[in-house]
């Protein structure tokens, strides 16, 4: 993942309209686990950006400071992290017929690796 989006979300879309991967539901899509309170980044389809813009796309075009924020990478390395989340519902990873959860350790996915680990365990916001 790398980004998510708090609960400072005012649904405007402006987020979701800019994500070059398609990898932001809105707040009424089924597959959102917050459906009906704000948009949502799919953890297993975010790639920051890599290959596509300096930034996240997503952060630059927020209107509310504090609705984007980092989160761990969407690695290996994390992939407890990501499963626990799923489990309570903070994440709604992706189920693949064939190959289960689509967890790190099926699809890991790039991350701007400047960005230090505790700016992302304290879900800091995405400054541009």
Known sequence: MAVMITDNCIN???CASECPV???LGESDEKNPHK?????????SCVECVGHANVPRCAEACPTEGSIVWDMPYTVDFEEYYMSGNDNNVYKIREH?????M???????PFIQEIDMK???????VSL
């Open 119 to 125: 700016s992302r365990e304290l879900h800091v916001n």
């Open 12 to 14: 405007c879309g402006d």
């Open 97 to 101: 017929k064939k190959k289960g959860l």
């Open 103 to 109: 967890l790190p350790s099926i699809k890991a996915q």
């Open 36 to 44: 009906g309170e704000r948009f949502y980044v799919k953890a297993e």
């Open 22 to 24: 398609a990898a932001i």
